[in-house]
Each structure stands twice: as C-alpha cells, then as structure tokens.
C-alpha cells in the first residue's frame, strides 16, 4: 500500500474526528506534516482550539473545527462551516469514539450498548453523511473509518486467538458494525473513485484503553494516514493494520 505525497498540498483538507489528544492528534499531525490542511474535529472548543495551536507551534496547517458526532445539528453547522471556508474536503479519518464496557457480555447494560453504538457506528454515519456533498466536491476523496480488531469476527471467534477471552460486547460489537457500515459506503462510492476504508491502530496506549498497550501512537496513526493518501490504484472496502490487510 504506497501513497502519493508529492500531489498534496495546503489545498488539500483533511478532517479528523476526536483529535484533540491520543490517536487522532497524531493522525492529525502525520497528514499535516504532508503539507495538508487540517481540520482538528473535537466537541470540546478548549480542548479543540489547543490540539491545533499545537500543531500550528511545530509549524503544520491546523484547524479547530467545532462537531459532536452524536449532534446532527452541529454537523450540519461543521459542514456548512468546511464549505464556506473551502469548499470541498479531501479525506475523512473518522475516529471519534468510546470503550465504555469492561464486563462479561451477560452483565453489560443495554444503555451501555446504545451509548456505545451511537458514538461507534451512528456517530460514523452521521458525519459522513454529513460531509459527503463536501467528499464528493473533491477530486478523488477517502475516507477512513477507525475499526479494531475486536470487530473482526474472524480474529474473536478463533480461541487461540488472545481477542476471543476479551470482554467487550458493546465495543467489539460497534466495531463489528463499523465493518459492515465501511463496506456498504464503499460499494456505493467507489464508482465515484471515492475510497472508504477500515484502519486498525492496533492495542496503543491512549485515554481510550486506560493507558495500556504496546503500540507507539505514531506507529498507531499509521495505517488510518497510510489509507487517506492511497494513490487512484489503492484499495477499497478493505481493512489494515500497520502490517497489511486485515480479516473481517
């Protein structure tokens, strides 16, 4: 899977969900060291408007950008905003979201689940299709949804396999969800040469898994900047992580 970065430039925007910290920030910063334009997505203002003076002080094109994924209404409001200020958006990384459960799926409440789903998998469709009239204004637009190898049936159902004795019914089950919801986007898209893709970090210490894990941040950003600069041969309706495809 290579990249063309000698054909971006500052007029090329990119946006990126929940990255005011962790994984996002970095994916945030990768594309912008690209010379991209980016739209540092967060619900927080404080917290939004500070990710991107970060990345503006190492010298990088960075923009708060105000949205609550769970808020149709202020998506509209981001979208209206892209549009007035470029007119169009080139990638999309879609990484806001939560892992709220840490029991047995028998003892996980279904408020937990709707919870889960609704920043997981609703979430997801909301800004894309939110900011699709933007996606589809560019000339080649990719998007890239944040999964995990907890939503790959494949790898939880092997029990040789450490993700099957994890418990995590509502995240593996969003994540499961978020598969099927990249796929259905990229059978329709991809007669328009957009791509929509699946990107697994892998188990990196951030917020979201309580500071646990043996993947860098900037080798977790990886794959997710890797799938929103594929040239117009790359895949879709696919899923990676840092070492190549993943099974669904």
Known sequence: MTTSPSSLSSSTIALVTGSNKGIGLEVARQLAQQGLTVLIGARDQQRGEAAATQLQAEGLRAQFLQLDVTDGASLTAAAADVKARYGKLDILVNNAGVQLDDQPPSQVSIQVLQDTFNMNVFGVVRVTQAMLPLLRAAEAARIVNMGSAMG??????????????????????????????????????????????????????????????FNSVEDGALPAVRLALLPADGPTASFFNIDGSMPW
């Open 152 to 213: 790959s049936l494949t790898l939880t159902s092997d029990p040789d396999n450490m993700r099957s004795g994890y418990w995590l019914l509502a995240y593996a089950a969003s994540k499961a969800a978020l598969n099927a919801v990249t796929v259905q986007f990229a059978n329709e898209l991809r007669v328009e040469g957009i791509k929509v893709n699946a990107a697994d970090p892998g188990y990196v210490a951030t917020d979201l898994t309580g500071q646990q894990g």
